[in-house]
């Protein structure tokens, strides 16, 4: 198995857990790291939480969450670069999505009819962790100048307003796009395509009075969205604990669902939910031995899974994992990388090329 890795840049959460070791796995299939380059063409912003989507042209799309200060900050914007030779090349960075508050983690699908499909959400944590406490008014005056007027570019209502889970549409290849509308739910990858011809958003409703997490369907190419299931609470578990999902159709029909788990058992650990009726029902959220998080999913064209993961405590980088039974099990890690500085980093997303090597893209605050 082959990763050619193109390191993608800047964050800035550590987290630490517990490991569950007591799963019997496969070894990890042997992997060669071919080449690890960074791929940010802009040095003096930070970019985050970004998504990988190869189209049936070969193509390389990648969005992420760019022009940002920090992992927190009114300056989000959600960014585009494609690559043309399987990721040796990228293209400056277009802005897709800039709204008055902080425009997050970014999705991307080419759904089977050729349509694209983005996704963000919008998020004000910047004002509760910053702003309300007072902290700018110990930063120098440039930077506190430069935060107040990003947050002052609407009214406080406006702002409220402009919480949401976010989607925007192409059916020309990306050059030009819908107004955003709400796709329901909302996880840092997107959503994924059936061999049925839906496409599947596992996620979570977000800014909502009822938090729950689950998937909504489309049968219209992504133009509207239905609520299709929620995913069941583990036993002892509070929901709001659980984020960052992804899903995956497995080569035997049935959908995957991982989980980012904040609850006490399986802190940090990515859990999983299986679903064996098209997604109308799901069974309990359970661990399958992987600490790191959140994962990305991917069938391979042998009908294997690959599961791509952060790991935010030594060695800090990026691991994958492959199961060959559907999901039921996987194997042990595969270091993508290894050598982070800390735990700013992760996200990872992977697609496959036609040579059937591997490309990943993650984000990273370098040293």
């Known amino acids: ?14 987290v630490a857990g517990m490991n569950f070791p007591n799963i019997l796995r496969a070894d990890a299939p042997k992997a060669r790291i071919n080449e690890t380059q960074v791929i940010s063409q802009r040095p003096d912003h930070y970019h ?12 390389l799309l990648l ?85 107040l007027a990003a947050h002052n570019r609407v009214p406080a209502a406006a702002r409220k307003k ?25 996880s840092p990858h997107g959503p994924v ?40 609470t583990r036993k002892g578990d509070d929901n709001k604990r659980y984020h960052e999902l992804h899903a995956v159709e497995a080569a035997n029909g049935n959908l995957i669902v991982q989980i980012r788990n904040h609850n006490a058992k399986n802190e940090r650990e990515t859990l999983q939910t299986e679903s064996t009726d098209g997604g109308k029902t799901w069974s309990e959220p359970h661990a399958i031995g992987v600490w790191g998080l959140p994962s990305h ?28 039974d559907h999901g039921k099990t996987w194997s042990d890690p595969i270091i993508i990388s290894g050598d982070g500085a800390g735990g700013d980093l992760g996200y990872p997303t992977t697609v496959q ?3 059937g090597s591997l490309v990943t893209v993650w984000y990273e605050k370098l040293a």
Not at 199 to 223: F, H, M, P
Request: net charge positive; hydrophobic share 35%.
């Open 63 to 147: 969005v992420c969450s760019g022009g940002r200060e920090n992992h927190v900050c009114p300056f989000g914007q959600v960014e585009l670069m494609r690559s043309k030779d399987e990721g040796a090349t990228w293209s400056f960075p277009r802005v897709l999505l800039d709204s008055p508050i902080d425009d997050r983690d970014a999705g991307i699908l080419e759904t089977s009819k050729g349509t694209l499909l983005a996704t963000t959400f919008t998020s004000n944590a910047y004002d509760e962790y910053y702003l309300v406490k007072g902290a700018h008014k110990n930063w120098p005056a440039d930077r506190r100048t430069r935060w």
């Open 162 to 186: 402009e919480l949401g889970t976010w989607m925007i549409r192409s059916t020309d290849g990306g050059v030009t796009w819908s107004p955003r509308y709400d796709s329901l739910v909302n």
């Open 297 to 324: 999913l991917l069938r391979l064209k042998d009908g294997r899974l690959l599961m791509s993961y952060g790991h935010r405590r030594k060695p800090f980088g990026n691991q994958a994992r492959i199961s060959a």
């Open 193 to 232: 395509n059936l061999k049925d011809g839906r496409v599947l958003y596992a996620g979570k409703n977000l800014w909502r009075d009822k938090t729950w997490i689950g998937v909504c369907e489309s049968k219209d190419d992504g133009q509207t969205w239905q609520h299709l299931a929620e995913i069941p």
């Open 48 to 59: 985050g939480w970004s998504t990988l989507a190869r189209r049936k042209d070969g193509e």
């Open 353 to 355: 090329l036609d040579d």
């Open 1 to 14: 198995m082959t990763f050619i890795n193109r390191r993608h840049l800047l964050g800035t959460l550590a």
